[in-house]
């Protein structure tokens, strides 16, 4: 058991036994010392297994032009162009229960994030393990999405301050309600022990909705190939594909796709009448691959994801919306834009002469509306419709299993266009500091 589980449970301990001294006055002393007994034992027998941690990200940031938008922690508010934070303070209870044989049975985790800004529900779920075939377990309640490597990769072990801002537009705080079925072999003989295959049916609007809005549930699939030793070189390969087949529902019959020539594209209303049940599309395809070499002292790491498909959102964002979108005061939907897209990152990160010191470079891009570009976007366009390259740079040193410090320079570059403000590029680059806390 780890210090905090220990603490717990000795104060458990206390209170039982002077629960148990007052409760059982008239019995004998040796009758009196078994019972303690059993009950300490059970109290041990059902807290053996439950682990607390969490960690707190305080942070400094300087950005170039006050007020800026920003996918690192956030715009920044008018008029500002520095702020303290505190980015994440996560608190994380997990239970594991086992059999007899010590395989799990039950696992069930509970973590909420605190920051100035309130409290807010992060993981809230349970999974079952199968011991028949000792192949699958089932998995419900509020979880991170199966799709993609960056997602999935947390934030306490995350070497950037942030994902990359396809993966915040796509998939807002990565999480969403719903049940999934993993096949991944527990026996370590098995012919396909290196496979893991996740399929579930979810909500869709994730975190930014306090509840679905319409009947339709999104299937989200990842086919991961676990980590691979390339001969005795010491290298080691794993990657997976992921697939999103879902959308949102269509409560206007003011849809706008794109059309028009090459030359002169545009976004065209699609005014067919709507029928109930009719779905907009949201359709990701994406691929990642993790490369890691060992050095001497520490290792050279690669990382690299790529994803494409369509995407239903506004006018003024390509993030899923979180509610029915509709205009302030107005009775019906507000309309529908459908934008096909495609991103990636990469990743290149080397200890610098041993563990405690590393040197993190990321490219990103992502392109929200690939049939459109440069001097065509134009008033008939917004802000949604920008591509956007981010080149970031990062020095982390780690001075205990506790303590993380991150130095991060972020250099966003949005392409040039006829859109009044972004006719080049605008000066948004931003400095963090931050320290992690963790326990």
């Known amino acids: 058991m780890k210090k905090n589980q220990v603490h717990w449970l000795f104060i458990l301990l206390l209170s039982s036994v002077q629960a148990m001294a007052q409760q059982q006055g008239n019995l004998s002393e040796s009758s009196i010392d078994t019972t303690r ?15 607390i941690s969490g960690y707190i990200q305080p942070q400094f940031q300087i950005g170039e032009t006050p007020g800026q938008r920003s996918f690192n922690g956030g715009d920044l508010p008018a008029g500002v162009e520095s702020r303290f934070s505190v980015r994440r303070g996560r608190l994380r209870i997990d239970y594991a229960h086992f059999d007899a044989q010590k395989r799990p049975t039950v696992l069930f985790v509970f973590q909420f994030d605190g920051t100035e800004r309130g409290m807010q529900t992060r993981d809230f779920w349970g999974r079952f393990y199968e011991h028949k075939l000792d192949l699958f377990h089932v998995t419900a309640g509020l979880f991170a999405r199966p799709f993609g490597f960056e997602v999935n990769y947390g934030s306490g ?25 993993t096949f991944e072999p527990r026996n370590p003989t098995h012919p396909l022990r290196f496979l893991k295959v996740d399929a579930g049916l979810f909500n869709g609007p994730g975190l930014a909705s306090v509840s679905d809005y319409d009947g339709h549930k999104d299937f989200i699939s990842r086919l991961t190939v676990k980590p691979q030793l390339l001969g ?71 990382r690299a994801e790529y994803i494409q498909g369509t995407q239903t959102a506004n006018k003024a964002s390509t993030e899923t919306p979180g509610v029915v979108p509709n ?33 993190v470079a990321k490219y990103d891009w992502y392109d929200p509306n690939t049939q459109v570009a440069g001097k065509q976007i134009d008033g008939k366009f917004g802000w949604a419709d920008i591509r956007y390259n981010t080149l970031g740079l990062g020095y982390l040193y780690y001075v205990n299993s506790n303590l993380k410090l991150v130095l991060w320079y972020d250099i966003p570059v949005n392409e040039s266009t006829n859109l009044p403000g972004y006719e080049n590029d605008v000066p948004d680059n931003l400095l963090t500091v931050r320290t992690q806390y963790r326990f």
């Open 232 to 302: 005795k070189s010491g290298v080691q390969v794993t990657g997976s594909v992921s697939g999103y087949w879902g959308g949102i529902g269509q409560f206007t019959n003011d849809i706008y796709r794109m059309n028009g020539s090459a030359d002169s594209p545009a976004f065209v209303v699609d005014g067919t009448v709507v029928s109930p049940g009719t779905i907009a599309p949201r359709r990701y395809y994406g691929a990642d691959l993790q490369v890691r070499i060992p050095n001497r002292r520490g290792r050279t790491e690669f």
């Open 327 to 359: 205009p302030v005061s107005a009775p019906t939907a507000s309309p529908l834009y459908v934008r096909q897209f495609s991103g990636a990152y990469f990743y290149y990160l080397q200890h610098l002469g041993s563990e405690k010191h590393q040197f």
């Open 37 to 51: 007994q059993k009950a300490l034992q059970a109290i041990v027998n059902k807290y053996e297994y439950v682990n």
């Open 157 to 181: 072990d995350r070497e950037s301050p942030e994902r990359g801002r396809m993966s915040q537009l796509l998939m807002r705080t990565e999480r969403d309600l719903g049940a999934m079925l």
